[in-house]
C-alpha cells in the first residue's frame, strides 16, 4: 500500500446555512429548512489540504430590558393601597354591621339550681326518687327516721296534760279561796256591827264589859280569817298564772316537737329534675346541708355575654333571637329581661358580682357584660339543659 492511500480522503467543503431570521410575532412559527450541502469528490493524486470546519454559531434568547424604577414603584404603592382599602373596607363593613347586628356565641342555658337540705338531722330510712327524675311540687324525696321526734312529741303532750291538770287544781283552790273570803268578810262585818253595839251599851252601862271583849275577839278573829283568805286567793290566783306559762311553753315545746316530726318528711319545693344524686338509704342527712340538687323547671333562661360596646343599644324588653346548641336549626324568640349594671374584675371576689373572662380581641382584653334572656316559645317538651351552649342575635 502506497503512502498516497494510506491519507484520509481531504473533507468535505460545507456552506452554512444563512442564520435564522427573527421570528414575527403575529404569524406563526414554522420550522425553517436545512439547506443543502454540496459535496466534490476528493483530488487522488494532490496533497491533502485541511480546511478548517466552520460550525453555526448558537442562536441565544433575546434578554428583556429592564423595567424602569418608578413603574416598579408605582406597581407596589398600588399593591398596598389595594390591600390597605381592602382592609380598611372589611373593618368599616365589620363596624357597620356590628352596629345593627349584635351577636354573641358565648351564651348558655340557665335556671336556678335548688338546694334541698333537710331542717334536722337523722338517718335515711325512705328514698322515693333516683338520679335525673322529674319531680312536681310537693313530691316526697325521702323519709329521715321519725322514731325519737315522735317520742319528744309524746312527751310534751304528756307535759301538757299534766299542766292542763295543774291548772285546774288552782283555779278550783282560787275559787275555794274566794268564797271563803266572801264567807270571812261577812262574819267580819257581823262581828264589827256586833262589836260597834256592845261597845255603845258598855259606854252606858247596859251591856257587861265581858260582852264587849266577846265581841272585840270576834272581831279580830273574822279580820284575820279574811286576810288570810285573800293570801289563799293570791296565792291560787299565782299558782294558776304558773301553771298556765309552763302550760304555754308545753305547748310551744310541742309545737316544735311536732315541727321537727313533720320535716322527717322531705319534699320537693319546686317542679324540677333531681340532678346528680348520691343519696342512698341508710345515709346521714344532716340538718342546713344539701344532699339533693333540683334543676328549676320554672326559671330557665339564657344568659348571653356581650362585650361591652354591644349594650349601649339594649333595652329591657327587647327583641333576641336564640339558637340552642340542643335543638339545632330552629331559631327561638325571646325577650331582654335584665341587662348587668355591674361586673367583677377579679376572679378570687366573693360572687355578688357576676364575673365572666374577657377575651382577646385586637391584644385589648374585652370585657363582657351578662345579658338575661327568657325564651317566648320552649322546645317541645320544655327540654332545656342548664350549661348547655346556645348563640343569640339581638338587633338593636
Known sequence: MSPDSAQPPPPTEARLPPRPEAPDPVAPTRPAAPSPIETTPPAPLAAPTEAPATQAAPTLPAVAEPLPVARIVRSRLRRILVVGGTLLGLFVAWEVFTYFVAYTDDAYVRSDLVGIAPQVTGPIVKLYVVDNQNVKIGDKLYTIDPTPFQLEVNQYAAQIAEEEALVKVAREEFASAKDSLETATAARTYAAQQQARYADLAAKDYAPKERL??????????????????????????????????????????????????????????????????????????ANISN???????????????????????????????????????????RITGIARGFSRDPQMPMLLPYVSPTTDWIRLQRRIPVTIVLEELPPGGKLYMGADARTVIFP
Request: hydrophobic share 40%; no cysteine.
Open 213 to 286: 271583849d266577846r265581841a272585840n275577839d270576834d272581831l279580830r278573829q273574822t279580820t284575820a280569817q279574811v286576810k288570810v283568805y285573800e293570801v289563799a286567793i293570791d296565792k291560787a290566783q299565782t299558782s294558776i298564772n304558773a301553771h298556765q306559762a309552763a302550760l304555754k311553753k308545753a305547748r310551744a315545746e310541742m309545737a316544735t316537737a311536732q315541727w321537727k316530726l313533720d320535716r322527717t318528711e322531705v319534699i320537693s319545693p319546686t317542679d324540677g329534675a333531681i340532678t346528680n344524686l348520691t343519696l342512698r338509704v341508710g345515709d346521714m342527712a344532716t
Open 292 to 334: 339533693i340538687g333540683i334543676v328549676d323547671f320554672n326559671a330557665w333562661r339564657i344568659m348571653a355575654n356581650y362585650k361591652q360596646y354591644y349594650v349601649r343599644d339594649f333595652e329591657i324588653g327587647g327583641t333576641a333571637w336564640v339558637w340552642l346548641d340542643s335543638y339545632p336549626w330552629h331559631i327561638y324568640r325571646g
